[in-house]
């Protein structure tokens, strides 16, 4: 007998969701999405080969301080009755002193995931191209 269960899914716009989930991301500061949970204390990232976790996580609050992210391409994949798999691609503007000083093309992966009535981070990759 096949396995039957509530399938979150199945009841929302999954293209519609990822759009504003990426809004949110790029719109708030690493800080905001640790406070509110997008990203969790089990969250991994891979920086262009850097592994960050719980261990190190808050690394990730001073780096993204200074840059602006900019969303070219937005791509998802629904995985599943609770998580989705999204890739986009853009570039960061990376400022000092208000001023751009360096402009980095990416590419991040990104699995998020739904717990509760709320959408988290469970991992993500970034590369630099």
């Known amino acids: 007998m096949a396995k039957t269960g509530y399938n979150i899914n199945n009841y929302i716009n999954v293209n519609e969701l990822v759009t504003d989930f990426i809004g949110y991301y790029i719109s708030n500061s690493f800080q905001d999405l640790i406070n509110n949970g997008i990203v969790k204390e089990y969250t991994v990232y891979n920086l262009n080969g850097n592994i960050f976790n719980?261990?190190?996580?808050?690394?990730?609050?001073?780096?993204?301080?200074?840059?602006v992210i900019?969303?070219?391409?937005?791509?998802c994949l629904d995985s599943g009755s609770r998580r989705i798999d999204i890739v986009f691609s853009g570039y960061y503007d990376m400022y000092e002193n208000n001023c751009i000083v360096n402009k980095q093309n990416f590419t991040q992966s990104m699995?998020?995931?739904?717990?509760n009535d709320h959408w988290f981070?469970?991992?993500?990759?970034i590369i630099f191209i």
């Open 70 to 75: 900019n969303v070219n391409n937005t791509l």
């Open 54 to 67: 719980r261990n190190n996580i808050y690394e990730l609050v001073d780096y993204f301080n200074n840059i």
């Open 121 to 125: 981070i469970k991992n993500s990759i």
């Open 111 to 115: 699995t998020i995931c739904h717990l």
